[in-house]
């Protein structure tokens, strides 16, 4: 065979710093404090809470279609918090609550998004976030571009663009990755590989051994990690965003972590997902693995974690009091914001909507 | 005034069907009478797509042909214009028209215009199956109603059923022709709207409208979920303000059954379009410069247009103020009447 590139069928083993039992890997020296790995920790917790009690509003009728981040959380967070708020922009796919929240959006603003409510996607004006993307890929493309125009304006900031396994089968994540690669834009590509798209399942969606080998196909490093070790995602994400503030151009990290719920609050996964795959991920649990880690050093403890949950239910409540104090959703929310300079059509239409004369 | 029998034809045996329902059955009947039918898109097999509406046909068809395909619009719509070069029938579907924008490049480039391009060498018997329109709170850029889109897209055919007995016999006749057609299904009426359906084969030819209602003062035109509502709307129309409103469902707006336009509009000379796309350049735009044309002089008012406005489909909390609801249906009916 005259082929010089070929597969060689071999998946990396994804980076870990912590093992299920919470066990340090010997050798590793952790990019993350103790009390950033408790912030942390805190976060998804918080995140854990909100998907409980948005499946229950979902149910109640309250609350639109929702996915919820339970399995993934530190994947998000340990990436998230590798970031600098400040400067660095996190552009979202929609599973990435705890990114949203840690770049500084309110959760009553979140909130307001899935009630169906447009205040809910005005993002504070200094929030370095994107709007959440609905349209599968297509944050991707729009991430390369800010993050070329950070660098054209040395803003020193750079871009972590979140995407699921699925997404990155659409075209608009191979062009970016081209442009990225070509542009040495500062952009790090966050690939949550949760094993499923709705119900495709990971080898469906490509027969590459590893999403992450794809990268040097583009012209820069990829890399897998254990997406359910906060340390691991945290450590791997700095070097990422610490090269490409450096210049040194993109890098695509594929997090393996599993969905542990259904694809959102429509989906059935009981007609797709086999439970034995569900139960050998139980006990791998992202946020049982932090309190471990925490625990054997003295540094948590069921007590403590009390208190944290019921911090973080009244956290959740009040950010729902907030919530539901904005203004109802009115006919007029549709005509504003459409254009700087509204054509007279459809101010004529606003005004034969709202009943008054325009 | 009397609400005609929808479907006199009907064979002798019917069973009650959801419009979900009666898609899968023509899905069903035509592949297995068909082995060069395949059905490919996201979802489509295992799970039996979002809606359920491929539910089933794995099993009973095979991972051969029908195919959960890697998550990516322009390649399952490029990918079917292959498969048809090489003799298939492929069906594929779009999990919902909002992402059609993804394949775009592929139907309006490519699909639609192949057999045009290869003068006649491929001919292009592809379905592209999607559910459209709102009013089901789905999330962000799931719901709009991008027909005009396609039906601005010469070579393509685009139909929209409104009811059960329609969207087995037209997809039957979709699969069957031999252009591409984008077969429009109504989210909203997927599992609401039911009726009679032959078990059997049948077809309902694309291209022939249907007078839902008969009446006398006004007639309302629509197609897809917006018939549901223009029949709703007739109803309140009787029995609160004493009008007798004639319902046109076009099933197809591309090709656009002119005659039966003509016919319905000739039978009172009072014409509401019923769309759930914006106003500009949507479909009834095309409507109302067809009727000017062909049946000017039995417009006894301007033509009224109810349609969503000149924006964006918002969020699920404002929809009920974007997508036309019963009432809008009936202003617009007082309008064209109190000229
Ligand atoms: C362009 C586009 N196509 C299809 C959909 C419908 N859809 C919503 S989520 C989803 C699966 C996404 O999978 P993945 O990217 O792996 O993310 P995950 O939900 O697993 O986090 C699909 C097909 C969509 N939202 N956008």
Known sequence: MLAQFVPDGTAPSPIQYLAADGALAEGVTPSMSDDEVRAGLRLMMLTRAFDTKAMSLQRQGRFGTFSQV?????????SASALDPRIDWVVPQYRELPALLRQGLPLSSFMLYFMGNLAGSRIPDNVNILPIQISLAAQIPQAVGLAWGLQLQQTGGVVIVYFGDGASSEGDFHEACNLAGVLKAPVVFMLSNNGWAISTPRHK???????????????????VVDGNDLLAVHAVTSEAVARARAGEGPTLIESVTYRMGPHNTADDPTRYVVASELDAWKPLDPIARVQRHLTARGLWSDDQCQVVEAELSAEIEEALVVARAAPPPSASQLFDHVYADAPATMLRQRAARLGVTA | MTATTNHADTPAFTETMTMIEAIRDALTLEMARDERVVVLGEDVGVLGGVFRATDGLQQRFGERRVIDTPLAEGVIIGAAVGLAVSGLIP???????GF??????QIGQQVARFRFRSQGRHPMPITIRSPFGGGVRTPELHSDAFEAMYTNTPGLKVVTPADAYDAKGMLLAAIRDPDPVLFLEPLR?????SGEVPTGDYMVPLGRSNVVREGDD???????AAVQMCMKAAGVLSSEHGVSAHVLDLRSLVPLDVEGLVAAVERTGRVVIVHEAPLTSGFGAELAATIQREAFYSLQVPIERVTAPDTPYPLGGTED?????ISDV??????AMER
């Open chain 1, 70 to 78: 339970t399995g993934q959380e530190a994947s998000i967070v340990g």
């Open chain 2, 321 to 325: 103020f974007y997508v036309p609801q």
């Open chain 2, 100 to 105: 059609g924008h993804q394949a775009f490049h």
């Open chain 1, 205 to 223: 969606q490509s027969a590459a051994t590893s999403l992450a080998a794809r990268a040097p196909g583009y012209g820069f490093p990829g890399v």
């Open chain 2, 91 to 97: 069906v594929p579907e779009l999990q919902f028209l």
């Open chain 2, 218 to 224: 006004v007639t309302l035109i629509a197609y897809s």
């Open chain 2, 189 to 193: 009426g997927y599992r609401l709207v």
């Open chain 2, 330 to 335: 009936v202003r617009g009916v007082l309008t």
